[in-house]
């Protein structure tokens, strides 16, 4: 159970509009943006992070910058993130059979060896200690411009703020990534853990803000 309840979605009202951003991300607003607010300007800044390193006019597909912060958000541990960054994947182009394949991307070929690169380079920089490291770097200019990399990178320094968020705060999974956890990641034993709620827990909110509804 969560260290700390997330607030309603109209506790600011100022936020909508903030929120509107991870609700078109996710189709929801997270539990972890609702515990957050109780420092609103901690969610104006990380929308705006947000909007910069997910920019729609980038070099890398959107969809894939979520599948790097995945990859990132499992070597850090973070359950919640993992299945949260599936969701947002999904939604944003990629398909389910490539995400079934998740565990196996170096082999499957759904995913092309620069994406099997990228990831493998999302595993090392979301470790601690980091293991990136000269040639991995060099390894992946074969494959990406150097804009393409910091636009990588972007995703997944984004993401290691989120694990260490939610992981510290134990916050509950929604719905819909715990359904995708359950489907794509427990095969590869992924619980959910912390963030999984025991019976007679009250229900997570992961709700829209009113003026989202």
């Not at 390193?53 to 499992?74: N, Q, T, W």
């Not at 960054?85 to 182009?93: F, P, T």
């Amino acid at each position: 159970m969560a260290h700390m309840q997330p607030l309603p979605a109209d506790t600011h009202p100022e936020l909508a509009e903030d929120f509107a951003i991870f609700e078109r991300i996710l189709g929801f607003v997270p539990n972890s943006l609702l515990t957050m607010q109780r420092r609103p300007e901690i969610v104006r800044g990380f929308g705006v992070l947000t909007k910069a390193v997910m920019a729609p006019d980038g070099e890398v597909d959107l969809g894939f910058k979520r599948l790097l912060a995945h990859f990132s958000s499992r070597a850090a541990g973070c359950q919640y993130c993992e299945a949260h960054s599936l969701v947002a994947a999904k939604i944003h182009g990629i398909s389910q059979q490539k995400l079934d394949a998740i565990w196996d991307y170096q082999n499957s070929p759904l995913y092309s060896p620069a994406e099997r690169c990228a990831l493998d380079f999302a595993l090392a920089a979301g470790a601690v200690p980091n293991a990136v490291d000269q040639a991995m770097m060099d390894q992946m200019r074969e494959y990406w411009s150097e804009d393409q990399i910091v636009e990588i990178l972007g995703a997944i320094c984004l993401y290691g703020f989120l694990n260490r968020w939610n992981d510290s705060m134990a916050t509950d999974l929604e719905a819909s990534p715990k359904d995708m956890g359950t489907q794509v990641l427990a095969q590869g034993g992924w619980t959910g853990g912390k963030h999984v709620k025991a019976k007679g827990d009250p229900p997570a909110q992961g709700s829209k803000p009113s003026s989202l509804k």
